[in-house]
């Protein structure tokens, strides 16, 4: 799918973050997960950027953006501090906030520890940090298998980077519920994001640095969240259980909703984009 953005760089916390953007008014930010960058949101852009003035990061360590050495530089502190960093940088003070997989998590804890500095928050398919930990099942543990894989140094990255190609059909063809979702042309965009040097092993210091007692947050909440809150849940997620959806609302001070999309996978933004897009656009226009 072709797109036309505008691309720009922002020197932030030391290092070069690239971002495209679409659109005008008020400040929407996507963030994307693993093993994806800003083209795993086409589908939003366009559809956002109608009514909004649309940024989609390529995250630390992936695609563009610069990719900084060690599992130390993918913290969630620095991680959030992109984000902040961002925001000021396009000279807005707030922004709402929508990430998915591990710019979720992201997401998540931004919007405690920047309220300041969110209108609204939407996370598609990831539980907040805290209650990963508080909802973990057997049955979490088992889908969760490549987490504690990507804990070994350098053999992951290696594999991933010698098999590149056949990992990316398996991770959105395969699972993905609507055949169309993933082209061969948009493989080879994420292959060529990937291809660039180091891009694979910063992307697995998420998981790393997640694991790493150097990563002092999302382990339980400081505080409610106040901003209004959307989460959307592909129901066929073959990475996350239902469970994880359980006992958020205690986690919010005002609005907060689950938003379950059946017969749909993990990639659920790209897998269902009409219905996400009516979703997303419908939270982004309610009055609270």
């Given amino acids: 799918m072709e797109i036309s953005v505008q691309h720009h760089f922002a020197k932030i916390n030391g290092i070069h973050l690239h971002y495209v953007s679409k659109g005008e008014g008020e400040l929407v930010i996507l963030l994307h997960g693993f093993p994806e960058f800003w083209y795993s949101w086409r589908h939003q852009i366009e559809f956002l950027s109608k009514d909004f003035k649309v940024v989609a990061l390529d995250m630390r360590g992936y695609n563009e953006s ?21 925001i000021q940088h396009l000279g807005y003070e707030k922004a709402n906030i929508i990430g998915h997989d591990w710019g979720g998590a ?67 063809q395969h699972y993905a519920k609507n055949k169309n979702a993933f082209t061969d042309a948009d493989i080879n965009r994420y292959a060529e994001a ?15 640095a997640a694991n790493n007692r150097l990563n002092t947050r999302g382990m339980k909440p400081v505080k409610q969240i106040e901003s209004p809150a959307l989460l959307i849940w592909a129901l066929n997620d073959h990475a996350l259980d239902i469970s994880m959806t359980k006992n958020h609302p205690p986690l919010f001070k005002n609005y907060f909703e689950i938003k379950f999309i059946p017969h ?19 939270f982004l226009k309610t009055k609270f």
């Fill in 194 to 208: 990937l291809r660039k040097p180091y891009s694979i092993a910063a992307g697995i210091h998420y998981y790393r």
């Fill in 264 to 282: 749909c996978s993990h990639w659920v933004q790209n897998d269902r984009p009409d219905t996400v897009n009516e979703m997303l656009g419908e």
């Fill in 106 to 172: 992201v997401s998540w804890n931004f919007a405690h520890y920047y309220p300041h500095r969110v209108n609204r928050i939407a996370v598609l398919n990831c539980p907040h940090p805290w209650l990963f930990k508080k909802n973990f099942t057997f049955r979490q543990f088992l889908r969760s298998w490549y987490t504690f894989y990507f804990q070994i140094p350098w053999l992951p990255e290696t594999l991933i980077r010698l098999l590149l190609k056949s990992f990316l059909r398996f991770a959105f």
């Fill in 66 to 86: 610069d990719k900084p050495r060690g599992v130390a530089n993918y913290r969630s502190e620095l991680l959030t501090s992109d984000v902040d960093q961002l």
